[in-house]
């Protein structure tokens, strides 16, 4: 989304707030000095909303002199005059890169685009509404932040297996005695030596297989997290839950388990390795 037409449109919306706020002050006064005519009776004609549809350029003048009369007198822009749920929702339409460049704008619009409002909604549509009732301690825009991490970081373990790296594979996993594998075939390896063995078995025999995963749902702590998801096939469908641990400045995985998921009662089969 382009952020001068965001910036323009939350202006204008402002404006639109301010100028019939102003106007109905003034009609109100009016009414109690004196009756207005209403033009034989037809009152739609007084009214921007009106069946015409349009709005005249009397009224555009209008609304443009009011503004600027009103920023002078109260010395605030209509962004910070505008209510904060209004702004919220606004901002609830923009994706993630979109809101940090906003920010980047000016000093106001980083004020606006890191509102923690505007950062949970952001959260909920691009992730999950399960965790609708927490509060993250540094805020939900440093949640969102973290999420995206390990996010990233999951996709990276499905790009290993589809690669077949096993060089990688071991830079990803953090290497400790108290890791474990539970692979979809039922078998399981604790220790960092003993998953490498798997892997480089699983990579060894099988062939490359093409997945598919879904209903990704990640949970972050300060230097833990686990992420459950599907993963889908021709030759079956399994559940999966990865656990990570944050050290030396990066995320390591510690724990994988993938489980086949039964269908109408019958036992599926092998998804993914692992």
Known sequence: MDINFFSGTVTFICCVFAAAAILTRRSNSKSKSKSVPTNGGDNSRNCACGSGGGVSSEMVEKVSVTVAAGEKQTGASMMEQLVPEITTHALSYLDYPSLCRLSMTNSLMRKAANDDNAWKALYHKDFTLEQDSMTPINGWKAYYAATR???????EFFKIIK????????????NADYVKCFHASGEYFTGYNAVMGSWQLAFNWEQNVDFEIRDVRARVMTDAAWVTMKAYLNMGSGNVTNVFEFHNGRWYMVHHHCSVMLIHGGAGQQVVQG
């Open 163 to 174: 690669e077949r790296s096993l060089p990688a594979m071991e830079r990803f996993w953090l």
């Open 149 to 155: 991490a390990i996010m990233n970081v999951n996709a």
